[in-house]
């Protein structure tokens, strides 16, 4: 009876600690990272996909793929995403890439010349969505008849690594990705 007692309230005390120890955990692991969620197939609605319907869909999702970005990247697309405002003349943007920081959060279209945020005239703003939607692995979901629909695309050009994979995938999977810092980091592009 008594070892009983003992070994219950040892459980009851790793049980309380090791919750806090996740909490902890849990937010050290969004503070120093960017998470990118995207549907795998390209999907038609008859109304705009919202950032909150986004926002939901990617805190239902577990990360299934981490990508390491070098200080210089990781800063200045943290730096983005913080500065990026929904453009007030395309308040119903159709959200399909939804990207968050531990504080800021953002919504990417597809392949329009209307984007989610104000100010994508700027050069570095239509980079950096580029970098996202490359980096994540957005721009391989998409035949080369279906990408040079894209207008930043067609400035920045079409990634070294880029190769179509859409025929692979399974029907309507969600894609979410975490970028890290990382100093050590081979560049690609």
Known sequence: MRYSILIIIIIGFLSCSSSHFIKVRQDAYIKDSIVVCYEQRRFE???AVSRK????ISDRMSIDTTIALD?????????FI?????DPVNKRCDARIYVKT??????LSDFTDRWCISDSSNRSSRYMIY???WRCGY?????????????ILNEFGVPKDYHHISWILPPYHTKKIKFYRCDQVKKIR
């Open 45 to 47: 609605t008859s109304i």
């Open 53 to 56: 319907e986004m926002s939901m």
């Open 71 to 79: 200080n210089h990247d990781f800063t200045n697309l943290v730096d």
């Open 82 to 86: 913080k500065s990026a405002h929904q």
């Open 102 to 107: 531990d504080t800021f959060d953002m919504c």
């Open 131 to 133: 970098f996202i939607k």
């Open 139 to 151: 721009y391989n979901l998409f035949s080369e008849d279906e990408i040079k629909y894209d207008t």
